[in-house]
């Protein structure tokens, strides 16, 4: 239906003419970038559209050192469909590109889209494990990690560029969602990375995220993994300490107590993969 | 504000509401076979096919296919006959009420074209996003490989032709 408030729409040829129409209106204009969230949930005082279709962000590049460029309107279906993307870092955007909606929704929402609305996400848990950067632009370029970003309190910006960087040698993640459906939204997803040199972690990135929130990291369990060996001794040692240091809502769909649970299942799931993963396998 | 593209291979100029959905946009065209089932991305029963790939049309803003080229249902069938789809859907049983069924073949139409022999696996996979609440999916399933192997006897269409029946 209609979103009935919109009066002007605008399709700018740049990224600086973009931000220059978001300056317009105090707080009326909005960036569009696939549509798919924005039609159902238009803030009501939002009442100019900038499509960012004709700025130049659609496009996937490979950086020299083995990192990627996501041009923030790429669609998930391009994401998807490049090699690059979806055998970084043993395969993990791959595997959770392949689970985000179903394929109506993954040839239009767009990467940029979907960080700036931040909600109901399978994609942010798998930024964060992979310590993206963003590039922003507000009258002028600059870089921002993902948490920092997710953390809010930024003015008005344009989100150009999701920045991958380059594979550590010795790493290796995985993403898992548990839903009720396929099609559904996740009640608890998760996504690991840990980097391994001579059979002992250096560094790991444990997130955890559910329904109704975008995913957070878990430093505890990042300390219980970091110095020791990828063993299924350590896997327990982290799915407890998983349960313990999240603090997962309950509503309507799944209790509290059941999240908290699903948290530590999701954890496991991600590290006993991961561990498949690594040069050698095998936990 | 004024709107330029291609619908079902012809050209198209229009006026339209800035806040206007694609699917409002369609179906004031005429093109009803753009249902209007649930308006939020859930249902499926809107999908077009926009540059070749299906999209809900319901979750698209009109002025985002400025320039594109976007296909129905109303597309799909030639002065020929039927698209192998729209064929094998009859055959098999997999219309019931219809109200699914465009979106399910624009949703099929963008699998068949990148994938000519899907497993029952990827069929399920390509309708994900396409709900039907009379045929429990099952003939719909048999139908698309009905057509894919229909599609992979017939002729070979021309690169970048429209979809059609060929």
Redesign the interface.
């Known amino acids: 239906m209609s979103v009935t408030q919109i009066q002007q729409y605008d399709r700018p040829s740049s990224v600086d003419a973009a931000w220059q129409l978001l300056q317009q209106g105090d707080g009326a204009a909005q960036l569009l970038g696939g549509g798919t969230d924005l039609v159902v949930r238009c803030p009501p005082e939002v009442t100019a559209l900038v499509d960012l279709s004709d700025a130049g962000l659609r496009y996937v590049e490979s950086t020299t050192d083995g990192g990627l460029r996501l041009g923030a309107m790429s669609t998930f279906t391009d994401l998807l469909e490049h090699p690059a993307v979806v055998t970084h870092t043993t395969g993990v955007l791959g595997e959770m590109l392949a689970q985000v909606g179903s394929v109506l929704h993954r040839n239009s929402a767009t990467i940029g889209g979907h960080v700036v609305r931040s909600r109901l996400s399978d994609v942010l848990p798998v930024l964060l494990a992979l310590d993206v950067t963003l590039l922003l632009y507000d009258g002028t370029e600059r870089e921002l990690g993902i948490g920092e970003y997710l953390d809010g309190g930024l003015g008005p910006h344009v989100v150009v560029e999701i920045r991958i960087p380059p594979r550590v040698e010795g790493s290796a993640a995985a993403f898992t969602r548990f839903a009720r459906t396929a099609f559904d939204h996740a009640l608890v997803n998760g996504c690991c990375r840990v980097d391994v040199r001579d059979g002992v972690i250096t560094a790991a990135r444990v997130v955890v995220g559910e329904s109704s929130a975008v995913g957070r990291r878990v430093p505890p369990v990042e300390e219980v993994l970091v110095g020791a060996s990828l063993t299924p001794e350590t896997i327990d040692t982290a799915v407890a300490a998983t349960r313990r240091a999240v603090d997962l809502h309950g509503d309507w769909i799944a209790s509290a107590e059941y999240r908290q649970h699903l948290a530590g299942v999701v954890t496991e799931r991600c590290l006993r993969t991961v561990a498949e993963r690594l040069p050698g396998g095998g936990a | ?1 004024r709107l330029s593209f291609t619908l079902n291979g012809g050209s198209v100029e229009t006026d339209v ?5 694609l699917m ?1 946009l369609l179906r004031g065209l005429g093109a009803v076979s753009v249902k209007d089932g649930c ?3 859930d249902c ?1 029963s809107c ?1 077009v096919l ?1 540059d070749g ?4 049309a ?4 009109a ?2 296919v ?1 320039g594109l080229r976007i296909t129905t249902a109303e597309g799909l069938a030639d002065e020929v006959g039927l698209h192998p789809l729209q064929q094998a859907l009859l055959e098999a049983g997999g219309v019931q009420c219809g109200f699914c069924t465009p979106g399910i073949l624009m ?1 099929a139409a ?2 068949l074209e990148r994938e000519p022999e899907p497993t029952e696996a990827q069929v399920r ?2 309708l ?3 709900l039907c609440r009379c045929t429990g999916y099952v003939k719909i399933v048999e139908a698309v490989q009905d057509a894919a192997a229909m599609m992979a006897s017939a002729t070979p269409v021309a690169e970048g032709e429209e979809v059609g029946h060929g």
């Open positions: 504000m509401a800035p806040g206007a959905t409002e308006a939020r991305g499926g999908a926009l790939r299906a999209v809900t319901c979750l698209l803003f002025g985002q400025e949703a963008d699998l996979v390509g994900a996003g396409n």
